[in-house]
């Protein structure tokens, strides 16, 4: 089983549309959010060392609005690993368990220094 983190969203009135749930597109922030809080809460020594990770895709599937006043959480996992690429899975959600949404990204790894895809670090394997 993969191990878990989950993170808050706090929401703001500029997240909404016109009809006062979040916006689609705003849904990607959300997971942006929680990915960035995984690495520099548990991957901080590989981004330290030139190793990112690259978005080559993302994918969102709604299942109830969000509005102002809802809790969020994000929790992911990391569903699938390659040789320089994994996928991370999302679940959108409240406390008492509601699912807002469930997404999916590819992440590559890159290194920054040598400018090419690289091997997914040992320290993120060990989390799948």
Avoid at 84 to 109: G, N, P
Avoid at 112 to 117: F, G
Wanted: charged share 25%.
């Amino acid at each position: 089983m993969p191990q878990t983190f989950s993170t808050s969203i706090e929401l703001r009135f500029s997240d909404l549309d016109a009809y006062g749930h979040v916006n689609s597109a705003v849904y990607f922030t959300y997971l942006e959010t929680a990915r960035v809080k995984l690495f520099r809460d548990f991957f901080r020594e590989v981004t330290q060392h030139g190793i990112f990770t690259l978005v080559a895709r993302a994918e969102c599937e709604f299942k109830i609005p969000i509005t102002l006043y809802d809790e969020v959480i994000v929790t992911l996992w990391i569903a699938k690993t390659g040789r320089s690429s994994f996928d991370l899975e999302y679940r959108l959600h409240d406390s008492q368990d509601k699912t807002y949404a469930t997404a999916r990204t590819t992440m590559v790894c890159f290194d920054s220094i040598k400018n090419k895809t690289v091997a997914i670090p040992e320290v993120i394997k060990a989390m799948a």
